[in-house]
């Protein structure tokens, strides 16, 4: 993982060199390769204690979780080296949030950053949209066995879902989806007037539900036709993976009738409806502008890709919790987005339901359906489990954030010290990226504690692989023979 990562930093210093980078952005580029490569070969060819040991569920987990997190380590060079970043911390943040694809920032002037660097802040995205995991999958068969845990563990919203017998072929039909859709955004944004650099980046942060853009304004000042592309392919990363390899096949009928793509499509129309109505104000605003800001943010905030038009953090009260119960709910299972997962929170109230009719009917067998499909009890389980660590991680998060906001001198929050420590929380657990307030959509992380910036950081990788991922990794059963 940490090789493929000097390619990608390889990559960036290619770039670097062609939009004639200034030199201390090249040697931290070139200090970040050597490190990478150095590190990645020590891994790779360290000593192993005696023979080939098993590769199961718990090695799989710990491989993720620990790749993850020395990734970000790792990736966070180039920011530190080149100056762009002036602590240690910050440059940490700005990677995992880049390799989570959660798009929140500590950078104030973008527009300043050295190209090579924005294109490696947003190559990050792109990385950690489909995962650095399942590209390993992909294009180390060496794996064998183990590849299947790795795929699991990285990507679990697809269980149940090998569109080929071995796990590194279906790995490899999802990244040849992954790269279709890049490049034809890549090919429209540049139809549309955009600069090859900018379509690239904003490709990157879109296919991925990231959300870096190369701009201050983030797309607030492209145009109308910029805007309704990416608005379409940030509803497009936000359908199954899976899904879209079988309407590549020709399985239409599959596609339209999944039930989780039906609701969330209904869910981001219903709710692009509702609130261009509440941000109609009078008779002489432009209704195409209302309908398509509003339609953008919707599926930005449900996708959680966390591109901003306008500044939703002035809009009513009632659109604003629209915008977080989306941040909560996210996009669908087996895409790039990150949040709960339209299924689960359908199947959390289908389950609800269920219970209020066995108190009227205790002796009834009621089954738990999803569309043309039946849950069994022990998904049910797992979900309720994702719940339950998903509430208490945020109670505990925004304590601890609320507490740190407090003492926070020389940024004004004017008394919405509250409501940024609980968006904050819920916007990195979500992968999303802006939130509300001090977070909001005009504001960065910047003026966060480094405390903060730890335990957010947290957030983002909890959010990323889903808890149980990460969680595991503390429980002792996991460790014992």
């Not at 590190?39 to 987990?61: D, I, Q, S, T």
Request: hydrophobic residues 50%.
């Amino acid at each position: 993982m940490i090789l493929i990562l000097c390619l990608g930093l390889l990559v960036t210093l290619g770039v670097a060199l062609w939009q004639e980078g200034e030199w201390k952005e090249t040697r931290a580029l070139i200090a970040s390769v050597l490190i990478t490569f150095v590190a990645g070969v020590l891994l790779r060819y360290v000593p192993r204690r005696g023979g080939e040991e098993r590769f199961g569920n718990r090695e799989a987990f710990a491989v993720v979780t620990f790749g993850w997190i020395s990734l970000a380590l790792l990736g966070a060079l180039p920011f530190y080296l080149s100056g762009v970043t002036t602590t240690y911390t910050d440059a940490f943040f700005e990677t995992m949030s880049g390799f989570t694809t959660t798009g929140a920032t500590i950078l104030i002037e973008i527009e300043r950053v050295p190209k090579g660097i924005l294109f490696w802040r947003s190559l990050t995205h792109w990385f950690g949209g489909m995962g650095i995991v399942v590209l390993s999958v992909a294009v180390l068969p060496s794996l064998g066995a183990g590849g299947f845990q790795l795929f699991m563990a990285e990507m679990p919203g697809i269980k149940g879902e090998k569109l080929r017998p071995r796990i590194a072929e279906t790995a490899k039909l999802l990244w040849k989806v992954y790269l279709l859709l890049t490049f034809s955004q890549v090919a429209l944004l540049i139809f549309g007037d955009m600069p090859l650099f900018d379509s690239i980046c904003h490709a990157f942060g879109t296919v991925a539900t990231g959300g870096f853009s190369t701009k201050n304004a983030s797309i607030g000042n492209e145009s109308a036709y910029i805007q309704w592309v990416i608005t379409a392919f940030m509803f497009l990363a936000g359908i199954s993976f899976v899904l879209h390899f079988k309407l590549m096949t020709g399985s239409f009928r599959s596609f339209f009738q999944d039930a989780e793509f039906r609701a969330y499509f209904a869910i981001c129309l219903v709710a692009t409806a509702i609130i261009a109505l509440m941000t109609l104000t009078g008779r002489g605003q432009d209704l195409g502008k209302v309908v398509r800001e509003s339609a953008f943010t919707v599926v930005a905030i449900s996708t959680t890709t966390g591109y901003t038009v306008t500044d939703f953090d002035v809009w009513p009260n009632l659109a604003r919790i629209m915008l977080l119960l989306l941040m909560v709910m996210g996009a669908c299972a087996g895409s790039t987005g990150g949040g709960l997962k339209v299924i689960r929170i359908i199947l959390l109230w289908k389950f609800a339901w269920r219970e209020l009719k066995r108190l009227v009917r205790p002796r009834a067998v009621i089954a738990l359906r999803f569309g043309k499909h039946t849950v069994e009890e022990s998904a049910m389980a797992g979900i309720l489990g994702i719940l339950v660590l998903y509430v208490f991680t945020f109670a505990i998060a925004s304590v601890i954030m609320a507490t740190l906001m407090g003492g926070v001198g020389g940024h004004d929050l004017a008394g919405r010290e509250t409501e940024t420590a609980v968006t904050s929380v819920i916007a990195t657990l979500g992968n999303i990226g802006p939130g509300l307030g001090g977070v909001g959509p005009a504001q960065n992380y910047s003026w966060v504690p480094d405390a903060g910036k730890w335990v957010l950081s947290l957030c983002m990788l909890l959010g990323r692989l889903e808890f149980y991922s990460v969680l595991i990794l503390i429980v002792p059963l996991t460790w014992r023979r």
